[in-house]
């Protein structure tokens, strides 16, 4: 089955312990983003990766990395976790060069940082 | 940053009437989709509509677009408790990055 797989599901840290949330696709998608969605503040791209090893900035970048080695993964690494990184986590996969086809999203990961 | 605003915020309605969610934007687009979230889970795209395009269906969805006025149209055809969901409209930039709208929260009574 084509899907984003991400995990944890759930994840309940203290702060400014290092986390890394996983995200795979098994779809040969070249592009690849990370959302989190907030109440009142809708869904914010972090970070995003238009193919291997090449990743850019979204809108709320700070406090977070990415890496790109394969072309399948596309972790999501909080180095010092806060609190007002609280929020549900989305990771969503695309092929690109073409703007014809919608994004898959993976079930989503529900972080508190306390 | 969100694109624009979607209205209604929430909408409720019976089985098996027709629910309509608008959508507007602000920045040209290279097209525009519509995603379907039930609580708290992730995602799912439902329908994407090129910038050259007016009108798509799909089953039960009517898309719209008129980009003279930037906005969009969702109409879900004789609604079904399962429909009960928030509804997103989503327009991609040249760059292919996808900014959300604000979210219609529909509710289909049984």
């Known amino acids: 089955e084509a899907q984003v797989t991400q995990n944890p599901r759930y994840l309940i840290t203290v702060t400014g312990k290092k986390l890394t949330v996983t995200c795979s696709q098994n779809?040969?998608?070249?592009?690849m983003s990370w959302y989190r969605q907030d109440p009142g503040l809708g869904l914010r791209q972090i970070y995003y990766?238009?193919?291997?090893?090449?990743?850019d900035k979204g809108d709320v970048p700070e406090g977070y990395k990415v890496s790109r080695k394969e072309k399948r993964n596309f972790p999501l690494i909080l180095e010092s976790p806060s609190p007002n990184q609280t929020s549900l986590y989305f990771c969503?996969?695309?092929?690109?060069?073409?703007?014809?086809?919608?994004?898959?999203f993976g079930s989503g990961t529900r972080l508190t940082v306390v | 940053s969100q694109q624009g605003e979607e209205d209604p915020q929430a909408l409720s309605i019976q089985e098996g009437e027709n629910a309509t969610m608008n959508c507007s934007y602000k920045?040209?687009?290279?097209?525009l989709q519509w995603y379907r979230q039930n609580s708290g889970r992730g995602l799912v795209h439902l329908i994407l509509?090129?910038?050259?395009?007016r009108e798509k269906h799909s089953g039960r969805l009517r898309v719209t677009l008129d980009t003279s006025k930037k906005s969009s149209s969702l109409l879900i055809t004789a609604s079904r408790a399962a429909d009960t969901a928030s509804y997103f409209c989503?327009?991609?930039?040249?760059?292919?990055?996808?900014?959300f709208g604000s979210g219609t929260r529909l509710l289909v009574r049984p």
């Open positions: 969503a996969s695309s092929t690109s060069g073409t703007p014809s086809y919608g994004y898959t």
């Open positions: 779809m040969n998608h070249e592009y």
């Open positions: 990766s238009m193919n291997v090893e090449v990743t």
């Open positions: 920045t040209s687009i290279n097209n």
């Open positions: 509509i090129r910038s050259n395009e």
């Open positions: 989503a327009t991609m930039d040249s760059s292919y990055k996808l900014i």
